[in-house]
């Protein structure tokens, strides 16, 4: 089974910019559709970016047009730019992915990021 780790978290002021990195231990396809999840403290954890077929992205409101993602299958890696962040923000940050035939999807470990105001 693949695993997935992230990294690139941290802590940045309001209104910088991160990028999180997620690779796979195998290889992922174009047809995967891979994701960034987040979950605040005493909240659920939250889709904010997911990629699947033919590269198409969607992103819920609340981060549209601040984040973007974006994979490189040659490098078995999935990135989420950050942009403009916000305090509301900080959360740990988790990479998803699944592929046709799994029964369940795989999650990273998760990735902390902090925004200051």
């Known amino acids: 089974q693949v695993q997935l780790v992230e990294s690139g978290g941290g802590l940045v002021q309001a209104g910088g910019s991160l990028r999180l990195t997620c690779v796979a231990s195998g290889s992922i396809f174009s047809s995967d559709v891979m994701a960034w999840y987040r979950q605040a403290p005493g909240k659920q954890r939250e889709l904010v970016a997911r990629?699947?077929?033919?590269?198409?992205?969607n992103y819920p409101d609340s981060v549209k047009g601040r984040f973007t993602i974006s994979r490189d299958i040659a490098k078995s890696t999935v990135y989420l730019q950050m942009n403009s962040l916000k305090p509301e923000d900080t959360a740990v940050y988790y990479c998803?992915?699944?592929?046709?035939?799994?029964?369940?999807?795989?999650w990273g470990q998760g990735t902390q990021v902090t925004v200051s105001s």
């Open positions: 990629i699947s077929g033919a590269d198409s992205t």
């Open positions: 998803n992915g699944i592929r046709a035939g799994w029964r369940t999807s795989v």
